[in-house]
């Protein structure tokens, strides 16, 4: 099974940006979808963003849709989560995940990363 690594969580101020990255131990198939999920403090795990591995077919939460942008590097086998005016209702832990199946529902996905924090101060 792929294994999933996040980095690039951290502190930052409101307004700020944050970039996570979520590598993968393998090369992805091209079916796959590749997802990332965030759980704030006391909240249930939420969705955020999803794209397929072979290109487009972005799709985001309201919440944050206008703000982060999901992309790839292919020949690097690596997701990102570019994230910017950061809010503090962003402040979580971020989870990458994949799966076969293009949706927003966490069961969904059978291989997820050991996450990612990020703080937002206000």
């Known amino acids: 099974q792929v294994q999933l690594v996040e980095s690039g969580g951290g502190s930052v101020q409101a307004g700020g940006s944050l970039k996570l990255s979520c590598a993968a131990s393998e090369r992805p198939y091209s079916s796959s979808v590749y997802a990332w999920f965030r759980q704030g403090p006391g909240k249930e795990r939420e969705f955020v963003a999803l794209t397929r591995w072979r290109g487009g077919s972005e799709f985001y939460a309201d919440s944050v849709k206008g703000r982060f942008t999901i992309s790839r590097d292919n020949p690097k086998n690596i997701v990102y989560l570019q994230m910017d005016s950061l809010k503090a209702e962003d402040t979580a832990v971020y989870y990458c995940?994949?799966?076969?199946?293009?949706?927003?529902?966490?069961?969904?996905?059978?291989?997820w990363g050991q996450g990612t924090q990020v703080t937002v101060a206000s």
């Open positions: 995940a994949t799966g076969t199946r293009y949706t927003t529902d966490l069961v969904a996905y059978d291989a």
